[in-house]
């Protein structure tokens, strides 16, 4: 079953954005119940550390205030940046947050892989792969309600005790987009995200391909698949575009500066100009009805691959988006692609 999300929100400040994180954070939230009152069944956000615009750097804490502004929207992490945390410390935060939401919380993880992070945190990334999996291996012992000991090459903890418990199974996606990334999460996660970065029908293919490797590993059974597609809603394709543009090339410039050794990112979105084919190509614009028409074939394809569940999550918000604008979106989406492609 297809299911419509908004996010992932990454709750950016740029230049041009002239709010505080305090006005920022309020509006999100606001912008949060009114896209569970227009249809959208989930709200993801995005973590990353060290950046000069005040990057999310706080998953489930900016969760839990979504949880309590919103009363039937799932939530989730996409994705945590498992080695720049403590698994236990995870364990206890994501079951509170899980209490909270009544059992509404999703948990994707990955592993990051901006250089400035690993040197903020003094983690080496040698091995980061394997200690996300015995990070997972850790999670679900620690929500199982009863004391646990585990040792592994990375992680060892004896005779340990994780209470509360969460209020159901909560759900682990696992991201990323090499091979062993891949193999890991088909073989240890619920559900998988690829890189936002892709096009519906791209996001597409990548099913197909954790479908195939699950059967190559003989694994059945429930799983999950998600996908996060900026859209554009205007009057035409330009029109739509020009809603996102300076935001997505915030986000791509930022995230090329970090591969720079940059934390300043002032100049991002003048950093990503030159890509802004590149951007857009990844991107749907245009009026509700085009929208409805350019994600229809992806999201037929999807439904009758027999995932649980697929969350199509649309960022109409980017960076530096103010409320009214977002809302606008929101609703329109809601009302004019939510409620065609559902009915």
């Known amino acids: 079953m297809v299911k ?19 006005e920022l954070y309020a509006d999100t939230l606001a912008l949060a119940k009114i896209a569970e009152e227009a249809g959208f069944s989930s709200f993801w956000l995005a973590e990353h550390h060290g950046a000069s615009d005040g990057y999310n750097p706080a998953l489930l804490p900016f ?7 919103t009363s039937s929207m799932q939530i989730g992490t996409a ?3 498992a080695p720049f945390h403590n698994p236990l410390r995870v364990a206890e935060d994501a079951a509170v947050v899980d209490n909270i939401s009544n059992g509404r919380l999703n948990l994707g993880l990955g592993l990051g892989w901006a250089p400035h992070e690993y040197r903020m945190f003094g983690v080496e990334p040698k091995g980061r792969g394997k200690r996300l999996e015995e990070f997972v291996d850790v999670l679900r012992l620690a929500w199982s309600g009863e004391p646990f000991s585990f040792t592994g090459k990375h992680l060892s903890y004896g005779d340990v005790l994780v209470r509360p418990s969460p209020a159901r199974s909560i759900p682990i996606w696992l991201g990323g987009g090499t091979p062993p990334a891949l193999e890991r999460a088909a073989r240890m996660g619920d559900g998988h995200f690829p890189p936002s970065t892709g096009s519906p029908e791209q996001c597409v293919e990548r099913a197909r391909e954790m479908l195939a490797i699950r059967s190559r ?10 996908m996060f597609i900026p859209v554009g809603i205007g009057k035409d394709a330009d029109d739509g575009w020009s809603r996102l543009r300076d935001g997505l090339l915030h986000v791509r410039g930022a995230y090329a500066l970090w591969g720079q050794g940059q934390t300043d990112v002032t100049n991002a979105r003048d950093t990503a100009a ?18 409805v028409d350019m994600l229809a074939p992806s999201l037929r394809e999807l439904e009758s691959m ?8 649309a960022i109409l918000a980017p960076p530096g988006t103010p409320l009214d604008v977002a809302a606008e979106a929101v609703q329109t ?7 065609v492609l559902s009915g």
């Not at 419509?4 to 709750?11: A, E, I, K, R, V």
């Not at 590993?217 to 799983?223: D, F, K, R, T």
């Not at 027999?306 to 999550?313: A, I, L, N, R, T």
């Open 274 to 291: 030159a890509w802004e084919d590149a951007v857009r190509a990844g991107a749907r614009c245009g009026s509700p009805e085009k929208i």
């Open 333 to 339: 989406f809601g009302s004019k692609v939510i409620a």
């Open 217 to 226: 590993l003989g694994l059945s059974g429930p799983y999950r698949f998600g």
């Open 306 to 313: 027999g995932f649980e569940d697929v969350f199509v999550s």
């Open 63 to 69: 969760l839990s205030a979504v949880a309590a502004s």
């Open 4 to 22: 419509f999300g908004l996010g992932q929100f990454t709750l950016q400040i740029p230049p041009w954005d002239k709010r505080s994180h305090a």
């Open 79 to 81: 994705v945590m940046l």
